[in-house]
């Protein structure tokens, strides 16, 4: 149990065009989804924490006009990357936790390319 | 604020060997602890976790003990496959859902 996927596991995209990917909770009921930025080597950066039904809480240097985070339901969020450019090209990691054991369960990552 | 320190690497070590990866954390309250490996090109997986001081985490080989007076979740395998040449991540949660991570510590194992 408690498997969380992500969609699409890499994509290219233009510089200037949106990217959506989704993040979803196969068998659980996430209460929290997060979002990440892993850069080349190094670890995991927070970029925004969503509960469901509500606005996503972005951490601070996070753009959230560019980092568009919607959490629909309770085993599906989306991060849309609007205007994408070159500087974005990063791995994109969620995950999503269940219950307060503050245990997170993590997506395989999406790897984006802005060209 | 809260905060996690592991040690630096990458670290190399031949077939059988033994592996630890030192790991301590600054927290108010008493947090959750884990260790996360990944693997190349993936997301990260739970490796073990523990919830309270003097609490053992353990899987595949793989151990780290809770220690509060030390402030230290330092992870051990007493025999390391080329396998588990990874990154692994420290972490912890206290409160919020937010989960702080280490830097991360690759481990390289040879044949």
């Known amino acids: 149990g408690a498997v969380v996927s992500q969609h699409p596991s890499w994509v290219i995209c233009k510089s200037g065009t949106s990217v959506k990917i989704e993040c979803r909770s196969l068998?659980?009921?996430?209460?929290?989804m997060f979002w990440y930025r892993q850069f080349p080597k190094q670890s995991l950066m927070l970029m925004a924490t969503?509960?469901?039904?509500?606005?996503?809480?972005?951490e601070q240097g996070v753009e959230k006009d560019k980092f568009l985070i919607n959490h629909a339901s309770l085993t599906l969020s989306t991060l849309t990357v609007t205007s994408a450019h070159p500087e974005d090209s990063s791995f994109y990691i969620c995950?999503?936790?269940?219950?307060?054991?503050?245990?997170?369960?993590f997506g395989p990552g999406t790897r984006l390319t802005v060209t | 604020g809260d905060s996690v320190t592991q040690m630096e690497g990458p670290v190399t070590l031949s077939e059988e060997a033994f592996l630890t990866i030192n790991c301590t954390y600054t927290?108010?309250?008493?947090?959750?602890l884990f260790w996360y490996v990944q693997y190349p090109g993936e997301g990260l997986q739970l490796l073990l976790k523990?919830?309270?001081?003097?609490d053992k985490g353990s899987n595949k080989g793989f151990e780290a003990t809770y220690r509060k007076e030390t402030t230290s979740f330092h992870l051990e395998k007493g025999s390391v496959q080329v396998s588990d040449s990874a990154v692994y991540f420290c972490?912890?949660?206290?409160?919020?859902?937010?989960?702080?991570f280490g830097a991360g510590t690759r481990l390289f194992v040879k044949a």
């Open positions: 995950s999503a936790s269940k219950d307060r054991t503050y245990e997170q369960y």
């Open positions: 068998d659980f009921q996430a209460t929290t």
């Open positions: 969503s509960n469901e039904g509500s606005k996503a809480t972005y």
């Open positions: 927290a108010t309250g008493y947090p959750s």
């Open positions: 523990a919830t309270k001081a003097d």
């Open positions: 972490a912890l949660s206290a409160g919020g859902f937010k989960t702080i």
